[in-house]
Structures are given as structure tokens and as C-alpha cells.
């Protein structure tokens, strides 16, 4: 039945093969629609990949044969094809999946799994300073920023540090280089906290004012486990008629116990900074022990978290060159500044403030 299938081929320049092959192929194409069962699929196989009798091997042994050396190649080739083009079809018509020759040829290998993307989740910094951040939203507080690279006046001048001030010194500052040529006032440096979003807040708007600013700040300092010269704080700034030690007292409060717990107690030691007077440090009932002391609290049963004041009337003499209506005699307020990391810290129970910043995929998908 096979050979007269196969005629001789008469041309064997590229039209010529072209045309003969192309014939077997649509043949071929035919001749599998018609194949409904695993017998049908057993002739279609025989009739033309059989060893012995099948078209394929017809082709090879006659046009092949009859061919010029020249046309060998071009023969090969299409041969190579057909071949190719027949398993395929047979093993569509066994329901395999396409055959590995087939694979190949695909420009996309549809079969490869995709490649799985990871969720992404907010990094624990980010997270606890939302979360700050929603305490004070809450309270009716509205949410600014500022830059991270900040002026002389604004990082430290304006914040009551005056030159050579000594206060200076507790924060070990980074500066831009370069800048000797511009007045110290706008000499640039990374800042060392948010306070300076103070005044540029003021600055903008009227009294009275409840904002908190989430950043990164930076300071000269050695990393170890609790430090990292860069971290992030959380400023907070009320200004408004009769704005008393007591309404600090009671933000701060009720904003530890939203954020660790309403069992924690808040205590308020003295302390100072340029820009508050009276200035406190806040601590909280250790979170650990509930107080009864333990390695956590130095036995004290007290952390100390955060620094806060009355503004300083100094800082509101600076504002009112822009707005008169901060007039200290008019007007008072308060301020608060939180580290992020040492409150993540404490609610997560991390002991190395480096986890935050090295990347580690495995530390930061717990938090997922
Ligand atoms: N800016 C202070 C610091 O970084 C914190 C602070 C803010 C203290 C506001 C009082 C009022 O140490």
C-alpha cells in the first residue's frame, strides 16, 4: 500500500521539495483526523514511521538516494521536519502532551510552572510607625514630614541648640561636606531627630497645630544591639490656648496603653532638651514583668521609651518670625519624640536592632 503512496520525486530544487513535502505533510494532517481509536492510532504509526515499510522511510530511501549531492542538505533538512511533524501529530492523536521536538520549537515553553511571586508585607518599621502614627490620628493629630537632609538652623538652631552649645554634643551629627562656604545656618547635615519638622510646621500653619511626623534620622554613632546610625522617630507637636503638662501627661499615657496594652503604667522623670522646658523621659511599666522586675528592666520594673516637654518659649520666638500668632505669651504647647526601632523592638522581642536593616528575607517574612 505504502510505496505507490511515495512518488518519484522529479525536482529537486527548493520549489520542487517544497512542494513534495509539503504534499506528505498535508496528507499526513489528514489522514490523523481520521484516526478514532488505539488501532487507528497503531496504523497511522506504521503506515508512516514503520522501520520497514513507513512513508518516512520510503522518502529516505528513494528521494534521498535519487538526490544530486547538492540537494542532499535541502532534503535532510525537510525530512528532519516532516519526521518531527508526524510524531507530533501522533502523539496528539495518543493524548500525550507535545512531544519533546515540539517543546523545543515553541518559542514559550508552556508547560514550565510560573514563576512564583512573594507577597510583599510591610517592613516592622513601617508597621509600628503606622501603627504610632494611628494612636495619634485618632486624637485627632494630622500626620507631616520633612526632609532627611536638613539645615544647620533648622536640625539645631531653631531647636534652642545654640552654637557651640554643648547640647550639640548628645547628638553625634553627620555632615555634608563641602559647605564651608555657606553661612552655619544653612550649612546641610542629615538630621539627628524630627524635631526640626517642628518648626518647619509652625512655620506653614497658624496655632494651633496637633501633628506627628514619622521619619529617619541619623546619627554618628557605633552600631551595636541597640544602635544603628540610622532609626526612625515619631515627633509629635500640640499647640493651642491653655495647653498644660497635664494634656501631655494624659496623651502619653493613653498612648502607651494603646500601643503595649491598657495594664501598662506611664511615669514621667526630669530631664532636658534645648527645645522643652520642663522636659521629661517617660517610662513605661516593664511590658516583660508587669513591673515586678526582671533582666529586661534591670530589675527596675521600669523602660524608660520616649522624651517629651513643654515647648520652649525660645523655640516659639523662632516660629513667630514667620507667625506672630506663637506668641509664648498667648499660647503654649507640648512636644514628643519616640524611637520606632526600640518600640518595634519591644513589642516584637528584638534583640538586634541590625535585624531591621540587613535584609534577611527570613527575619522579615515573620512579619507577614
Ligand atoms: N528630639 C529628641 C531626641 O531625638 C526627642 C524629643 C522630641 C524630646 C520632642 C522632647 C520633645 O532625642
Request: aromatic share 10%.
Amino acid at each position: 500500500m505504502t510505496n505507490e503512496a511515495i512518488p518519484d520525486l522529479m525536482a529537486f530544487d527548493d520549489a520542487g521539495l517544497d512542494e513534495a513535502f509539503g504534499g506528505l505533510e498535508r496528507r499526513a494532517r489528514v489522514e490523523a483526523t481520521f484516526i478514532s481509536n488505539v488501532a487507528d492510532v497503531e496504523k497511522f504509526r506504521l503506515e508512516w514511521l514503520g522501520r520497514k515499510q513507513g512513508r518516512l522511510n520510503e522518502v529516505s530511501s528513494r528521494w534521498l538516494k535519487a538526490a544530486p549531492p547538492e540537494a542532499k542538505k535541502a532534503l535532510g533538512l525537510r525530512f528532519n521536519a516532516l519526521k518531527e511533524f508526524v510524531e507530533g501529530l501522533l502523539d496528539a492523536a495518543l493524548g500525550g502532551g507535545p512531544s519533546d521536538s515540539a517543546l523545543k520549537a515553541e518559542a514559550i515553553d508552556i508547560t514550565l510552572p510560573g514563576s512564583r511571586r512573594l507577597t510583599g508585607a510591610e517592613h516592622p518599621i513601617t508597621r509600628t510607625m503606622n501603627e504610632i502614627v494611628a494612636v495619634f490620628a485618632a486624637l485627632g493629630y494630622s500626620v507631616g514630614v520633612g526632609p532627611e537632609v536638613e539645615t544647620d538652623f533648622y536640625n539645631f538652631e531653631s531647636m534652642n541648640f545654640p552654637h557651640g552649645h554643648p547640647a550639640r554634643d548628645t547628638q553625634d551629627t553627620l555632615v555634608v561636606a563641602g559647605q564651608e562656604r555657606r553661612p552655619v545656618r544653612d550649612r546641610l547635615l542629615l538630621r539627628t531627630h524630627t524635631s526640626p519638622v517642628q518648626m518647619r510646621t509652625m512655620e506653614l500653619v497658624p496655632p494651633p497645630v496637633r501633628i506627628v511626623i514619622p521619619g529617619k534620622v541619623h546619627r554618628n554613632d557605633a552600631a551595636d544591639a541597640t544602635h544603628s546610625p540610622i532609626f526612625h522617630q515619631v515627633e509629635g507637636l500640640c499647640v493651642d490656648h491653655n495647653i498644660a503638662f497635664s494634656d501631655l501627661k494624659g496623651t502619653l499615657d493613653h498612648a502607651m496603653k494603646a500601643l503595649f496594652g491598657s495594664a501598662v503604667k506611664t511615669r514621667f522623670f526630669p530631664s532636658f532638651f534645648p527645645f522643652t522646658e520642663p522636659s521629661a523621659d517617660v517610662q513605661i511599666s516593664c511590658i516583660f514583668c508587669g513591673g515586678k522586675g526582671c533582666r529586661k528592666c534591670k530589675q527596675s520594673g521600669w523602660i524608660e521609651l520616649l522624651g517629651c516637654g513643654m515647648v520652649d518659649p525660645a523655640v516659639f520666638a523662632f516660629a513667630a518670625e514667620k507667625q506672630p500668632a506663637y506668641d509664648a505669651r498667648q499660647i503654649s504647647g507640648f512636644a514628643f519624640g519616640m524611637g520606632v526601632e526600640r518600640i518595634a523592638m519591644m513589642k516584637y522581642g528584638i534583640s538586634e536592632i541590625g535585624q531591621f536593616f540587613a535584609g534577611d528575607m527570613r527575619f522579615l517574612g515573620q512579619f507577614a
